[in-house]
């Protein structure tokens, strides 16, 4: 997908208030890519850079990312679980599915569970 060059946006805050992305030096681009308050900006950064933009892209993520990301999915999936599901026999089915979430997770990152193992 292409994507259409970046507008003449003028910034509203910073060290170059006022000035349009190409009047900013390189290292403050890069920095707005990264730490830019609002997303939209720090798409148009990239672009303006060059930085390729990933937009819904059907690639795994990378075993090191998901080892970060992962973990407090499945602990918040749990929380979810454990609160809409209260019956005995619904817990027995939500433990289940916690436990093969931990594996999956410990397969797919590479990183044992917390607290020792994968489930």
Partial sequence: MSLPAPAPYRLTFGRFKGSTLAECREDYLLWL??????????????????IDIVLDSEEEPRSDQAAVVLPGVVWRWNEIMCARFTEPIERLIVTAGLDELKRLTSEFTRKPWPN????
Avoid: E
């Fill in 33 to 50: 890519s990264d730490f830019a308050p609002s997303p939209a900006l720090r798409s148009l950064a990239k672009r303006h850079l060059g």
């Fill in 116 to 119: 020792g193992g994968a489930a």
